[in-house]
Nanobody
């Protein structure tokens, strides 16, 4: 069974930096795609950044230039480096994986979410 565990959230001052980690267990990490989402209080889920199994990345306009998503296949971990954080970016940050369950091309994929990690940015 695929599981994703996020870590690295916490309290940071406005303009500060934070790096989130998402470690995957189960499935074939190197063949899987991952994304970071966030949900601010009272708001819907927002895609922040994504990274494909090939390392291609995409970012929300609000994140581009300040956030960097990366992956370490040897550690089965995806990272989100965030800088110049703003108070409005206080949210629960979630890691989502589209995880291949086998090495065969036709192997099914498992959509999995982590439990989330809280990021609070003080003014």
């Amino acid at each position: 069974q695929v599981q994703l565990v996020e870590s690295g959230g916490g309290l940071v001052q406005s303009g500060g930096s934070l790096t989130l980690s998402c470690t995957s267990s189960g499935g074939i990490f190197r063949l899987s795609d991952f994304s970071w989402y966030r949900q601010a209080p009272g708001k819907g889920l927002e895609l922040v950044a994504g990274i494909s199994s090939r390392g291609d990345t995409n970012y929300a306009n609000s994140a581009r230039g300040r956030f960097t998503i990366s992956r370490d296949n040897a550690q089965s971990t995806v990272y989100l480096q965030m800088s110049s954080l703003k108070p409005a970016e206080k949210a629960v940050y979630y890691c989502k994986g589209v995880v291949r369950t086998g090495v065969a091309v036709e192997s099914p994929k498992d959509d999995t979410w982590g439990q989330g990690t809280q990021v609070t940015v003080s003014a």
